[in-house]
């Protein structure tokens, strides 16, 4: 037996690294270690073997079997990796200069991002940009959201393990948890606690939540939010500004309108509405785009602002709900796939 077993490993030493393809290997696995292979007929053979020999020549067939086993793997790592390198091609020196000499160009939501923010800056906001890895208080907390809220439910919400650590981004009570920041609102409670107002602030980025993507719906996104605290400010420079807003970005037949909501942010909140029928592919006479509101007085006191001495207005909406419209856009997912075939319609 033991010199059986020893003829079958050096037959596939010798047989193993010649071969060249998967049918090639599949027939050599089969031939030694499958059902009907050479090294089963000899495991088949235990049974006439004299008892006191079992363990002997059972090590042995264990040490045959550990063998074969390892050169099939060694095989196949080869096959695999000669397949690989036949699907890239000739190696490519990366020191010599591109053959693309086309102009590149900027994705669409940057066009919409930075024609916004340029609106915005010529009516006195500035940019602000604060981390997307967050704590309860800032995403939640100091926005007047309920420890019970739905928002704040991991089926919502993006959370890190209570293990993890951030150390640009501190918490204020250590039970808090850290998470991926759901809107752009916490950049705003960061630069209230900066300082005392007047403050005049844009914050464009990405956020995250727990949505199936599809169409219109992606678990990652970007949002642009506004914040205005001054004195004496009412809904009426609110409304005065994203009519502003909108008109300059999508034309000047561009109207807006307020519907009652609730946010726990602002109050009293509403959602806007905006008439672009003359925009492509657009068919509904009004089209929800954001939402909006005075900031409620118990933000300011998270913050430290006197609510009877300030007052002031928040609205937000997502980047590529925008650039959809303008650009007439049916699927969200086009600005995630990276297909120059999309990405050059915007040179």
Request: hydrophobic residues 35%.
């Amino acid at each position: 037996m033991q010199d059986k077993l020893s003829a079958l490993v050096a037959k596939a030493t010798a047989e193993l690294p010649t071969l060249k393809s998967r049918p090639e290997f599949e027939a050599a696995k089969a031939r030694y270690v499958g059902p009907n292979g050479e090294l089963t007929a000899l495991m088949k053979q235990m049974g006439g073997i004299p008892k006191e020999q079992k363990p002997i020549v059972g090590k042995l067939v264990n040490e045959a079997k550990l063998r074969l086993t390892a050169q099939l793997d060694a095989a196949l790592a080869r096959i695999a990796a000669d397949e690989l390198a036949a699907q890239l091609g000739p190696a490519i020196d990366p020191t010599l200069p591109s053959p693309d000499t086309g102009p590149g160009t900027y994705h669409p939501l940057t066009l919409v991002r930075e024609e916004m923010c340029r609106i915005l800056r010529k009516v006195g906001f500035t940019v602000a940009d604060g981390p997307e890895v967050e704590t309860e208080y800032y995403c939640f907390d100091a926005l007047n959201t309920p420890a019970d809220h739905p928002a704040r439910d991991e089926k919502d919400t993006f959370y890190f393990p209570t293990s993890a650590r951030f150390g640009n981004v501190s918490k204020k009570t250590p039970e808090e948890k850290y998470l991926l920041r759901t809107h752009t609102s916490s950049v705003q409670i960061r630069e209230m606690l900066k300082g005392p107002p007047p403050i005049r602030i844009v914050s464009p980025g990405r956020v995250y939540r727990r949505d199936t993507t599809d169409a219109t719906h992606s678990a990652n996104f970007h949002q642009l939010e506004c914040l205005y605290v001054d004195k004496n400010v009412t809904v009426r420079d609110l409304k005065a500004l994203l009519d502003y807003i909108f008109v300059s970005l999508l034309g000047k037949d561009t109207k807006t309108r307020f519907r009652p909501h609730y946010f726990g942010y602002t109050e009293p909140s509403f959602e806007v509405d905006l008439t672009a029928t003359h925009l492509p592919k657009v068919k509904k006479p009004w089209i929800e785009i954001g939402g909006c509101g005075m900031v409620d007085p118990t933000v300011f006191e998270a913050v430290g602002y006197d609510s009877e001495v300030w007052s002031g207005y928040a609205f937000g909406m997502g980047l590529e709900r925008l650039a959809m419209l303008l650009y007439g856009i049916d699927d969200i997912r086009y600005f995630y796939q990276n297909d120059l075939r999309f990405l050059k319609q915007f040179a």
